[in-house]
């Protein structure tokens, strides 16, 4: 079966960033991401767990699969976004077999 190769970018971002994300995943021309909420984790501050009374503290995460090019986008309008909030981004490539849906 023939196979594309295209970008994954996985974020883990505070729940108020989730908006200004949504809308630079769509200013950079992805098609297709998913959010995905999460229940608890570690990072540099310590264990979190999603029961935090405000909202600023939930996690979520999202996972974006796009062409390379927009990918790239992507990552670079995300930079001044995680100089002033918490988060972690990872890249990676996968396979699809529809790359007309990306």
Same mark, same amino acid.
């Given at each position: 079966m023939l196979t594309h190769t295209v970008k994954k970018v996985e974020m883990f971002i505070e729940k108020p960033q989730l908006k200004q994300v949504v809308q630079l995943i769509q200013e950079c021309g992805a098609k297709r991401y998913t959010v995905i909420p999460t229940l608890e984790g570690r990072g540099l501050d310590g264990a979190w767990q999603d029961d935090m009374p405000v909202d600023a503290q939930h996690? %979520?995460? %999202? =996972? =974006? @699969?796009?062409? /390379? #090019? #927009?990918a790239e986008a992507l990552l670079e309008g995300l930079a /001044?976004? @995680?100089e002033s909030w918490p988060g972690v981004v990872c890249v990676s490539d996968i396979q699809v077999i529809r790359l007309e849906r990306f």
């Open positions: 996690m %979520v995460q %999202v =996972v =974006v @699969l796009t062409r /390379p #090019k #927009k /001044p976004i @995680l």
